[in-house]
């Protein structure tokens, strides 16, 4: 069965340092994956979808990137995290129709 | 504009209760998902609609596809404190390998 996996958990990061946040996929070849932000009554937010290795749409241009270095892993990066940068970040594949989330990453940034 | 409208935004039922959650497209629907969160945790994928009049259901909890009206309503029976959480929808609106998109949830809690 497909299992995918979010790393770290909770992030407690200083305005202007970097972040790197991991997100693997097991049990499947050649996943769509997403990037999500949830914030407070925001409902979620698209920021970055790979159809395949090396491919990146960029839905919000922002201080973040992303890339996929292996078909099954997904990173989200920044060089200098903003304040606004806080909130909760998914991951999600499909291979298909629907799609399946990760457990997210609680980033705070002070 | 928002595509994809939730109502309510939050919900407070009495344990035994029924309710109803709606999901409303500004566009065609290709494709209706709804999804379950619990604070601070991952969505876990509920039920697929894809047909017009197509209709699912697991456990208590029913959900129906309006194509027409595009549009798709969760109904849970009988309430427990176990379906308290938020409820999302999310809409392929564009027939294609394309990501999903979602409303803004609904939260509902369930009181005893």
């Known amino acids: 069965s497909q299992t995918i996996h979010q790393w770290p958990a909770t992030l407690v990061q200083p305005v202007g340092s970097p972040l790197s946040l991991e997100c693997t996929v097991e049990?499947?070849?050649?996943?769509?994956l997403y990037w999500y932000r949830q914030a407070a009554g925001r409902g979620l937010q698209l920021l970055f979808y790979s159809v395949g290795i090396g491919q990146i749409s960029s839905e919000v241009p922002q201080n973040l990137s992303a890339s996929r270095p292996q078909d099954r892993q997904f990173i989200l990066s920044s060089k200098k995290l903003l304040l606004s940068d806080s909130g909760f970040y998914l991951c999600a594949w499909s291979t298909g129709s629907a799609q399946y989330f990760g457990p997210g990453t609680r980033l705070t940034v002070l | 504009s928002q595509e994809l409208e939730q109502s309510p935004q939050s919900l407070i039922v009495q344990e035994g209760k029924n309710l109803t959650i709606n999901c409303t497209s500004s566009?065609?629907?290709?494709?209706l998902y709804w999804y379950k969160q619990k604070y601070g945790e991952g969505l876990i994928f509920l039920m697929m609609?894809?047909?017009?009049?197509e209709e699912k259901s697991h456990e208590k909890i029913t959900a129906k596809l309006d194509e027409k009206k595009q549009q798709s309503s969760l109904h849970i029976t009988a309430s427990q404190p176990s379906h308290a959480g938020i409820y999302l929808c999310g809409a392929d609106i564009y027939s294609g390998n394309t990501p999903l998109v979602f409303g803004k949830g609904t939260r509902l809690s369930v009181i005893a």
């Open positions: 609609l894809q047909k017009g009049g």
């Open positions: 049990g499947t070849s050649n996943p769509n």
């Open positions: 566009k065609t629907l290709y494709g």
